[in-house]
């Protein structure tokens, strides 16, 4: 058009496009995962068998096998539990494989409504947002899982109780959590965009950072999978640090009076 403005029936051709692109990738990602399916599963079962030790005060980090739990299978209680499973976990790793395209396909998607000199970021928007992304999930495998399934799966067991656990109450167990965690690892990229368009600025940020620490909390009493307050804080730290990274790296993208009378020209 004329005046530079695309249209509502363009803008929502250009979306559908957008996830139609997506949905490409994560098919054709998801059928090479699949292929693999078996590993992913093994591989899923890392935070069940094994336990992470640590110690501050000597700098030792270790993951040890759980003696209990070293030799448990998972079971399937329905004729499609499993095959159902292997979908899902093969799904989700085509997800990740799929990342990098994704979040170029939500770039793209975005920049008609961003200035020539912003549209450059486009790299570095999707290189950051892929590796939160997977910092995230792979901070939730393998420190918050291990220590999870320890803590829930050791609780008072004994002579009485005997932990089994069907293969698809496990997965969709983890597998929740991990995309949680990687959602949540998103936070700076989110508090950048906001303040580029101009919703929140780094002294709002900075001001309200006592809340923010609060509702970090309450996200990690929520989204943890154990009641203990060691949990939540393994969950809520980082969120506490991603925000003050919000908070630093927010300045560099606050939106100048020049870029206001440029999109009003816009308009």
């Known amino acids: 058009m004329d005046d530079g403005k695309m249209p509502l029936t363009e803008h929502l051709g250009d979306f559908r496009k957008r996830i139609i692109n997506s949905l490409i990738s994560v098919s054709a990602a998801f059928a090479i995962a699949f292929n693999y399916s078996e590993e992913l599963f093994r591989f899923m079962m890392f935070p069940l068998k094994y336990d992470l030790e640590f110690s501050v005060r000597k700098m030792y980090v270790a993951f040890v096998a759980k003696d209990k739990l070293e030799n448990m299978k998972l079971v399937f209680l329905a004729p499609a539990e499993a095959f159902w499973m292997n979908l899902k976990v093969a799904f989700v790793a085509g997800l990740f494989l799929s990342l990098p395209i994704i979040f170029y396909q939500l770039w793209r998607f ?11 970021y486009v790299l570095p928007f999707v290189f950051s947002a892929t590796t939160l992304f997977i910092c995230g999930a792979s901070f939730c495998f393998f420190i918050v899982l291990p220590l999870a399934l320890g803590f829930l799966l050791s609780y ?112």
Not at 197 to 205: F, H, Y
């Open 110 to 120: 975005v920049s008609p409504g961003l200035l020539p000199k912003e549209k450059k």
């Open 156 to 267: 008072k067991i004994g002579d009485i109780l005997m932990p089994m656990l069907s293969v698809g109450q496990y997965m969709d167990f983890c597998l929740k959590f991990v995309l949680a965690f990687g959602a949540i690892f998103e936070l700076p990229i989110l508090i950048v965009f906001l303040t580029k368009m101009g919703i929140v600025t780094p002294k709002t940020l900075a001001q309200n950072r006592k809340y923010a620490i609060v509702i970090a909390f309450i996200i990690a009493a929520v989204l943890t999978p154990t009641p203990d307050a060691f949990n939540q804080t393994l969950m809520a730290v980082p969120i506490i640090i991603l925000y003050e990274l919000g908070i630093w790296v927010s300045p560099l993208f606050l939106r100048k009076p020049d870029d206001e009378r440029t999109d009003n020209k816009k308009l």
